[in-house]
């Protein structure tokens, strides 16, 4: 048995106590001081999720600030074309690259839009082949929908702005007919359809900048969560109305989208997300939910609490930075964490 011992992130705020971990479940919750040493003190959380990802582009490098359609409009923008010829070694080296620093920043679960067909799909299952990765694959047309679904849980599509109306319909019919997942980047560029987006009812929508009021609160009332990725979009310029996504009611989630352009460190993503909700007066409550609770909603399909008994010892601990709980989960560096998924990572 060892044991977990400080502040505890419950789903709805954070209170003291212990976790006893055996065989990677959670036998022992309580309160207070653990009935032995502890193996890890800390902020106590459940595993991070980094809910949008692009894992393999981690090593294209590139001079200047491009735009978004010269950087990653499919099928000729340079990340596509850096994709389409990276020898497999070189994508593999970067997924593992990435994976591996999304663990050792707290990062347990992640969601890829995984580009290159059945084979782009493939590729990050032998990089990395643990389960908290959600993979969804990007056809090349219309002709390998079920090859890709094949290898993963889903597919990822770059926008309804560059895929022909016919072939978006009948990619999203197999994607539900197979009972998998659905995710849409929405509005990142310019505004698009958000009547149209929901008629394919996507599982989530990423980005949202250049969303209307009218189009966030149409996601909220159809229950579709949005994904932000403030340093992506800080990059090309646009800053996410994330205090109008809260307005409208619908779950923010978030993720550090590509790896050209972002280290995957939940905690550096967060602090930006916090930062841009105070300067618009919202205090850290709002950063907490997105981080621990919606991002956990978007991969695994609930809020339900992992920190439990009996339940699979999913946990992070973050090592008390001297200020508040929420200060702690935010602080640089890899060692303000200590253990990811019941394994030590320093």
């Known amino acids: 048995m060892q044991y977990l011992s400080g502040t505890i992130y419950n789903g709805c705020g954070f209170s003291e106590g212990y976790l006893g971990i055996d065989n990677g479940i959670i036998t022992e919750t309580g309160d207070g001081i653990p009935p032995e040493r502890p193996f890890a003190e800390g902020v106590i959380t459940p595993g991070l999720v980094n809910a949008h990802t692009h894992s393999a582009d981690g090593l294209l490098t590139f001079n200047g600030t491009p735009g978004i359609k010269e950087l990653v409009m499919p099928p000729n923008g340079m990340k596509h074309v850096y994709l389409r010829n990276a020898p497999h070694h070189e994508l593999i080296m970067s997924m593992r690259s990435f994976t591996d620093i999304m663990f050792r920043t707290g990062t347990t679960g992640f969601i890829d839009f995984r580009e290159g067909g059945r084979e782009g799909a493939e590729l990050i299952r032998i990089a990395a082949p643990a389960p ?3 993979i969804l694959g990007r056809p090349h047309g219309t002709d390998d929908i079920d090859d890709v679904l094949d290898a993963s849980d889903g597919i990822g599509l770059s926008s309804i702005s560059d895929i022909p109306k016919k072939d978006i319909d009948l990619i999203a019919d197999r994607v539900h007919r197979r009972g998998k997942k659905l995710g849409i980047h929405v509005s990142e560029r310019v505004r698009e359809d958000i009547e149209k987006v929901i008629s394919l009812s996507p599982s989530f929508v990423v980005h949202m900048v250049e969303a209307s009021d009218a189009d966030m609160r149409a996601c909220a009332d159809n229950g579709i969560p949005i994904v932000s990725c ?7 310029g646009k800053v996410p109305p994330l205090d109008r996504m809260i307005d409208s009611g619908a779950d923010i989630a978030i993720g550090t989208d590509n790896a050209m352009l972002c280290v995957p460190d939940m905690r550096e993503e967060a602090r930006v997300f916090n930062d841009l909700l105070e300067a618009k007066g919202i205090d850290n409550t709002l950063t907490v939910r997105s981080l ?9 399909g609930s809020e339900g609490f992992p920190l439990s008994k009996g339940m699979p010892a999913d946990v992070t601990v973050f090592r008390h930075s001297g200020g508040g709980p929420v200060d702690s989960i935010l602080s640089s560096g890899t060692d303000t964490v200590m253990t990811a998924l019941g394994r030590t990572v320093i």
């Open 230 to 236: 403030p340093r992506s979009n800080i990059f090309f």
């Open 292 to 300: 621990l609770n919606n991002c956990r909603k978007v991969l695994y």
């Open 132 to 134: 908290h990765g959600m």
